[in-house]
């Protein structure tokens, strides 16, 4: 702009009381050496564009501009880095039913069965070392409540070293009211990476956000968007009503269920479950729901322990 503003002032116009008296035969005289002047003029001017453009590098835009360049580019690098730090800790889930009930639990039964049924998809992630993993409750709703042995729920994940495992999810606990629930996977000789835990209470409108899940089926998306609003209240699968929970602009579609909001730090502030959808379009408004991790934090070491939340045990 500098450089813009320069040649503009050069090239702004001669007003006619700056010019002289003079003859005719002077004014031919001076209008040829105007335009020889105009000529020169020209010629360096194009001399000065081309030698700009052919060496310009970073160093050749203003300061102002090059800042904002690697700004940018810091923004970029670290939502590359939250999701290679957090996506490892993200499993992908899949809701099946059986055509007969299975004869063993063996790792044979994780087979896709040509007459299983997919009932569902959606996410969740590793709790903690010992194969915990946290989701929705209306995500594995059929398991929980299933009486014939026909439902199954497959786990698809990461190990720490980054080895791709499936493996059966075991029902360990689930609470309706705030929609949540506990799966347990058999990983003996792996080790896991849970996820990083962070805090809800402190939260501000206008941070930035990112969720990581399987929207429709496409493993390890991410969404990005900022906190739109909290303290909200949104139905439970009981019918009864989740207070508190975040809402967010950050793209969260069916298969996100049970998945990490996260933060700039790359700590999961809530559990992505639920989105308004367009009237028979069943895409996303942008108005979408995550319970925030403080309840989730309360909630879920009792359902591992007991299976059931502290207040259906009296």
Known sequence: MAVLGSLQCMLSPI????????????????????????????????????????????SSFPSAIAQQLDELQQEEDRAVQLFQ????????????????????????????DENAKLEGTGSGFI????????????????????????????????DASGNSIVREGKIVGFD???DLAVLKVDLKGNELKP????????????????????????????????????????????GKSIRGAIQTDAAINAGNSGGPLI????????INTATFTRKGS??????NFAIPIDTVVRTIPYLIVYGTPYTDRY
């Open 15 to 58: 007003q006619p009381s700056q010019i002289p008296p003079s003859s005719p035969s002077n004014s031919n005289n001076a209008h040829f050496v105007t335009r020889r002047k105009a000529l020169t003029f020209t010629t360096s001017l194009a001399a000065f564009y081309f030698h700009f453009y052919q060496n310009s590098n970073l």
């Open 85 to 112: 730090g957090t996506s490892p800790s993200v499993v992908f889930i899949k809701d099946l039913e059986l055509a007969k009930i299975p004869k063993s639990t063996s790792e044979t039964v994780l087979a896709e």
């Open 127 to 158: 709790w903690d070392k010992f194969g915990h993993i946290v989701t929705n409750y209306h995500v594995v709703a059929k398991l929980a409540t299933d009486r014939s042995g026909l439902q199954l729920c497959k786990v698809f994940l990461v």
């Open 176 to 178: 309706p009211d705030y």
């Open 195 to 238: 996820v990083t835990l962070g805090t809800s209470h402190d939260l501000h409108v206008g941070q930035s956000c990112f969720a990581i899940g399987n929207p429709y089926g496409y493993e390890n998306t991410l969404t990005t968007g900022v906190i739109s609003g909290l303290g909200r209240e949104i139905p439970s699968p009981n």
């Open 263 to 270: 933060d700039s730090y790359g700590h999961v502030i809530g």
């Open 282 to 287: 069943g895409m996303s408004s942008g108005v």
